[in-house]
């Protein structure tokens, strides 16, 4: 069965940075591109970045840009995202997904999200 | 960045027929796009019915079906269920970038 467990949210101030977290389990992780996406209180999904199986190809919404680091780890099953100099509209659920293929940088199996809050 | 358009909110009545569009601001949706649907109930995390235009999952209920119609990705609902309301979301992806539709909120009644 696949699962996808996110942690990492929390409250941080206008500016700060978190490392948000996804642990894989019941695929082979290396052989599934992954994704971030991102849910505001009330608000619709909006696409933030993805990661092909390898970690060798990457992209990002313009919207976070030179402000988010995608990652992983295969060895541990893991993906990461750095979220930096963070801003009151970054605040969200944010959502770990597993793709369907390789390059898939569509989500198609969702974890449960991790909130993270932006506020002084 | 492209800005795909959904319908805000539709109304279908229970066992009707209902069809959600998805359109993008570029032209005309291809199964380039690689259109997917997905569905999201309050305090749940969305769960995908519809990848790559019209294949379904598992746990997709048959009366849902995907296709590309008049130049747009389509999510069409046959015989709808009260268990059907909820928010719908497509996405479309531009050379790797994924672009979701505001959502349609559809209402069974």
């Known amino acids: 069965e696949v699962q996808l467990l996110e942690s990492g949210g929390g409250l941080v101030q206008p500016g700060g940075s978190l490392r948000l977290s996804c642990v894989a389990s019941?695929?082979?992780?290396?052989?599934?591109?992954m994704s971030w996406v991102r849910q505001a209180p009330g608000k619709g999904l909006e696409w933030v970045s993805a990661i092909s199986g390898g970690g060798d190809f990457t992209s990002y919404a313009d919207s976070v840009k030179a402000r988010f680091i995608i990652s992983r780890d295969n060895s541990k099953n893991t993906l990461h995202l750095q979220v930096n100099s963070l801003r009151a509209d970054d605040t969200a659920i944010y959502y770990c997904?597993?793709?369907?293929?390789?390059?898939?940088?569509?989500?198609?199996?969702w974890g449960q999200g991790t909130l993270v809050t932006v506020s002084s | 960045q492209a800005v795909v358009t959904q319908e805000p909110s539709l109304t279908v009545s229970p066992g009707g027929t209902v069809t959600l569009t998805c359109a993008s601001s570029t032209g005309v949706v291809t199964s380039g796009h690689y259109p997917y649907w997905f569905q999201q109930k309050p305090g749940q995390a969305p769960r995908t019915l519809i990848h790559?235009?019209?294949y379904k999952h598992s746990w997709t209920p048959a009366r849902f079906s995907g296709s590309l119609l008049g130049g747009k990705a389509a999510l069409t609902l046959s015989g709808a269920q009260p268990e059907d309301e909820a928010d719908y979301y497509c996405i479309l992806s531009y050379s790797g970038v994924g672009v979701f539709g505001g959502g349609t909120k559809l209402t069974v009644l």
């Open positions: 790559d235009v019209n």
């Open positions: 997904a597993k793709g369907l293929g390789v390059s898939a940088t569509n989500p198609d199996y």
């Open positions: 019941g695929f082979t992780f290396s052989t599934y591109g």
